[in-house]
């Protein structure tokens, strides 16, 4: 993941503002499902294998099923039953905005995490313009690929722009279709800005490939 906001936005935060910032929208579910992994992976290691999230959700769909109420305070009670209260405090820390990062073995032995720099997603100017009505452009970073490629405050955007799958192509094109001063005009950039690598938090992808021993062993050629 490469938002800006990964690593600093809570999940008040996320709720809101997921519509302002195309940025924001992904994390509750990215952020989550890393958070899940990272559960997963500890119950099974702390159980010698005979636990899983299976497990915690089964139990969860279980009290739901006997009309009890359910909350974080359940979620918790698990949490410290299977895997003890740093379980709960990291819990909390991914609520307040921490990315949870899986070992590197956590989709088992044939897997490894690595990690590779990446560049920002950055629309250049205030997300928020995209929702608003009219579109008009504000707020523009200096030196950014916006305005680079030609963009201005005042600069009205006429046509919608989608950003959700954009944001996640690091070589993805933005193009704007835009109104200034009456005349149309169009401008494409990639939206990307600074270079972020392993240890910054909203830069870590975490990649994973076959380790060799899990491959295997070549065919023998009989003819």
């Known amino acids: ?13 996320v709720a809101t503002r997921f519509w302002q910032d195309t940025r924001i929208r992904p ?7 890393l958070y899940v992994v990272t ?39 698990l949490l410290r039953d299977n895997l003890g209260e740093d379980a709960v405090r990291q819990l909390h820390a991914m609520l307040d905005g921490a990315a949870p990062l899986p070992t590197s073995d956590a989709f088992g032995p ?8 990446m560049h920002r997603y950055e629309l250049g100017f205030v997300p928020a313009v995209l929702t608003e009505s009219p579109r008009i452009v504000r707020d523009l ?10 963009v201005q405050n005042g600069d009205e955007i006429t ?16 193009t704007l279709q835009l109104l200034r001063d009456g005349k149309p005009l169009t401008i494409s950039y990639k939206p990307r800005g600074e270079t972020v ?15 060799t ?3 295997p062993p070549p065919r023998r050629n009989d003819r």
């Open 39 to 77: 559960v997963d992976d500890a119950l099974r290691k702390a159980s010698g294998g005979r636990k899983s999230l299976d497990d915690l959700i089964l139990a969860m769909l279980h009290r739901r099923q006997r009309d009890k109420p359910l909350g974080i305070a359940d979620w918790e009670a």
């Open 1 to 13: 993941m490469t938002s800006g906001a990964t690593g600093i936005a809570s999940a008040r935060h």
């Open 213 to 215: 021993r899990c491959l």
């Open 197 to 211: 690598g392993p240890g910054s938090g909203s830069a870590n992808r975490a990649l994973r490939k076959p380790r």
């Open 141 to 150: 970073i200096p030196d950014s690929a916006a305005a680079k490629a030609g």
């Open 110 to 117: 044939c897997f490894e995490r690595i990690s590779q720099p």
């Open 159 to 174: 046509l919608p722009v989608g950003q959700d799958q954009l944001q996640g192509e690091q070589d993805g094109i933005l």
């Open 27 to 33: 994390l509750p579910y990215d952020r989550n499902f």
